[in-house]
């Protein structure tokens, strides 16, 4: 006849203080602060690996290392404040513009400056690359947008349409045709290189100070004063969502890795994370200066903000093997309508080790259609074995060994009901006593075993009342037992003083209210 694994009982968690969003957000450890030489409006991360970040601060254009946290490549090639540096898609180089109205193109390898456009009378506050490689995206202080040729170093479209400084923009990945930028006019607009105009426009009612565009492109996140504000650009600009969570003004917004958590940054030195299934609060973070920008790398392992008085803060988060398989798996994931697609299966066999993309599966003809199951053979805990062997005594010192309070419980219920569990106390010395009273000690008040310990203590006592004296180590334990039962118990009797008194209170409540009732009746 098989053997019965011990049943350990289960008991209700009790409800944790923390909610698992802010477990994961608090994973974002040791902070580090480094000092740059000015305030940092801008943080871009590299849409490669290893995912290094680039910072804009004063005259430099600086690339840290997403590894050491440290300065790889220093651009210092600017006559005035440089803004908005940003990567190119493939992560090789990197725009930027500056408070003389120049753009420059840099090879991130070299630093060299490859392309310069001049074009901008102004100060140029928004940089961005069209994921076509062929174009990039500026906006200035002269109120233009210009749409570059990278070759011939020339605009191909100027927008004229905003009525203040434009200061923040971007190139919808999905459609390099579509442009959105947002201006200290408080409006976003919405547009179209074919049609050479502005095709929407949405009233944000604040200076805007960052937008950022959904994945899909259908909609976009905006931040003007202390609101953010979300857009349905498919319902012709609908306002879905407003958000008046910060107390000052927002001046930066991210995503996570997979868009389904929205950041924001304030002066208010606050950065919040929102869930964008209902744009609640998730998790907040607290900064000791105001927040000038924000950057969560797209493999969601660092945060960094740049704050106005020139601290750059670095936190850090290890990922998980069992996250990056996910992860691995999704970017592996075949996309219908492809070859992959069609020929899913044809080579696949139970039991057959996967291969990577780039190695080809060949059917074996020695491979059967039908794996047998095997029946895995059930380990027992060594406590069990013990306890199928009859040696209670050894099985209860496992079972205390494990320092898992269900475990023991649990076998002090099974000798319970083999009616063993006089005899795995009896005969022991004081080193093998100790553990048994340690634990009746310090559970002995918990309500979910009080009442087997009160039994099993009560064995103890009546097993070993004859050679109590003979070790001081067994009389203390047994002495602080005593006293941590009578304090419980003098605890529950100021308990029930309180909660009687609670009831006379509230039944004279009750007859008063009762009393002036009838009064005005």
């Known amino acids: 006849m098989e053997f019965n694994k011990t049943v350990v009982k289960k008991y209700p968690k009790p409800p944790s203080k923390q909610s698992s969003e802010g477990k994961y957000w608090k994973e974002f450890k040791s902070p580090i602060l480094i000092k740059e030489y000015g305030s940092i409006p801008s943080i871009y991360f590299s849409p490669i690996a290893p995912h290094d970040f680039v910072v804009t601060s004063s005259t430099r254009v600086q690339v840290y290392s997403a590894k050491t946290h440290q300065p790889k490549k220093t651009i210092s090639r600017f006559k005035d404040v440089a803004y908005s540096a940003s990567f190119r898609h493939d992560g090789k180089l990197i725009v930027a513009g500056d408070a003389t109205g120049l753009v420059q193109i840099f090879d991130v390898n070299s630093r060299a400056i490859l392309r310069t456009f001049r074009e901008h009378r102004m100060p140029v506050h928004v940089t961005k690359f069209a994921n076509n490689n062929q174009h990039l995206m500026s906006a200035s202080d002269d109120k233009t947008v210009r749409i570059w040729d990278i070759p011939t170093e020339s605009s191909v479209n100027v927008f004229e349409g905003h009525d203040d400084y434009i200061r923040s923009g971007v190139v919808s990945d999905e459609n390099p045709n579509l442009v959105l930028t947002g201006s200290y006019d408080q409006t976003v607009k919405l547009w179209d290189t074919r049609q050479n105009e502005c095709v929407m426009t949405m009233q944000h009612g604040a200076p805007v100070e960052a937008i950022l565009a959904f994945p899909g492109g259908g909609a976009v996140v905006s931040a003007g004063g202390p609101n953010v504000k979300v857009w349905d650009l498919l319902a012709g600009g609908r306002c879905m969502q407003s958000l008046g969570n910060h107390q000052k003004t927002v001046t930066s917004l991210g995503f996570n890795g997979n868009a ?86 044809q080579a696949t066999f139970p039991g057959a080790n996967r291969k990577q993309d780039h190695q080809q599966e060949q059917p074996s003809l020695l491979q059967e259609d039908f794996a047998v199951e095997r029946i ?34 649990s076998m002090l219920q099974e000798l319970l009901h083999r009616d063993a569990l006089k005899a795995a106390i009896a005969g022991r010395d004081d080193v093998s006593l100790e553990p048994l009273l340690r634990f009746l000690m310090r559970y002995v008040h918990n309500p979910r075993y009080t009442n087997l310990l009160v039994d099993t203590a009560e064995i ?29 118990i003098q605890l529950q009797r100021d308990l029930l003083q309180t909660i009687a008194s609670l009831d006379m209170l509230f039944a004279r409540a009750t007859m008063d209210n009762a009393s002036l009732l009838a009064a005005e009746v």
């Open 260 to 345: 389904s958590r929205l950041i924001t940054g304030s002066l208010d030195h606050q950065v919040k994370i929102y869930n964008v299934q209902d744009y609640q609060v998730v998790h907040s973070l607290k900064y000791p200066a105001p927040v000038l920008s924000v950057g969560l790398s797209p493999n969601d392992s660092h945060l960094v903000v740049g704050m106005a008085n020139g601290l750059l803060s670095v936190r850090q988060r290890q990922i998980k093997s069992a996250e990056k398989a996910a992860k691995m798996q999704n970017q592996q994931f075949m996309q219908a309508g492809g070859y992959k697609y069609f020929m899913r299966g």
């Open 376 to 409: 895995r053979r059930k380990r027992l805990a060594k406590y069990d074995r013990f306890l199928r062997a009859f040696e209670f005594t050894k099985a209860l010192d496992e079972a205390l060994k494990t320092g898992n309070p269900p475990i023991v419980v």
């Open 460 to 488: 103890v006592l009546d097993v070993y009342h004859n050679v109590f004296g003979q070790s001081p180590l067994i009389d203390q334990l047994i002495m602080q037992l005593g006293h941590k039962v009578s304090t419980e």
